[in-house]
């Protein structure tokens, strides 16, 4: 009975996983001649990591200085939101606090948005006439200029995964059973040192769970930079929709969206060994 019951998960799991999975990488090992004709080559990998500008060294190289830029935006955009999200969901998750129902409200609210809407919406907050210049001309301040930026784009990000990292977060915190932490006080262990011996080592599923799914997205996103970078920084969510869509060149995409895939096992197979590694300390010092 089981089994049936399980049948239906594996249909969808094998049409809209593995199938795409499955295209996706048969695309990026393949070419066709002249002639029509398809034969296996490694050539768009090559052309990732070769492409270059004359005389420029290897990591100056055109697409693979896209990939450290895509790198480099998505860990400051899940640095920021995990300094921004765990003092948020601690608080939310701890007993002294009443209106966490509405706080979680307030992160889950703008969820139920469109993606692209929310963020249209910092175009009017950000631009040289928008809300924010507006309200720092008539503080008497001087206007700031960041739409198109990188700063826009980083914003952006901020915005729109700051839920991802905070919901996983505060369930992790919220199971846990506070038994734990009164006996680490019954110990004499001062506020400070529960939090970094129990709390904290504790919380790292949900930590590592909302790293996850913070620099994973910010990684590949192509909305983002196309409406608050003004289409002109390219990340790799940006190659992968550029050759699909505009160059028609889908061998190439394919191979760039690999190489996006292969990036994130990486990352999340080093945030698993992180989150274990840490969690097993926290219960030896426990």
Known sequence: ????????????????????????????????????????????????????????PFFSRL????AVRSLRLALMTTVITFILGYPVAYIMAGKGFSDKSVLLFLFIAPMWMNFLVRTYAWLAILSRNGILNTFLAWLGLPILDILFTDSAVLLGMVYNFLPFMVLPIYTA?????????????????????????????????????????????????????????????FLLGNLVEQQFLRVGNWNFGAAIAVIMIGLMLVSTFILSWFGRAEAKEGGMKE
Request: no cysteine.
């Open 1 to 56: 009975m089981k089994r049936l019951f399980g049948y239906p998960y594996g249909l969808w799991l094998t049409i809209f996983v593995v199938l795409p999975l499955g295209l996706i990488g048969y695309y990026s090992i393949t070419a066709t001649d002249a002639a029509g004709n398809t034969y296996f080559t490694l050539r768009h990998f090559h052309m990732f990591f070769e492409a270059s500008f004359p005389g420029q």
């Open 63 to 66: 697409y693979v200085n896209v």
């Open 173 to 233: 915190l919220k199971k846990m059973d506070p038994r734990i932490i009164e006996a680490a006080q019954d110990l004499g262990a001062n506020s400070p040192r529960v939090f970094i011996r129990v709390v904290f080592p504790l919380s790292m599923p949900g930590v590592v769970s909302g790293i996850t799914m913070v620099f994973m997205p910010a990684a590949a996103t192509f909305i983002i930079p196309n409406l608050l970078g003004g289409g002109q920084y």
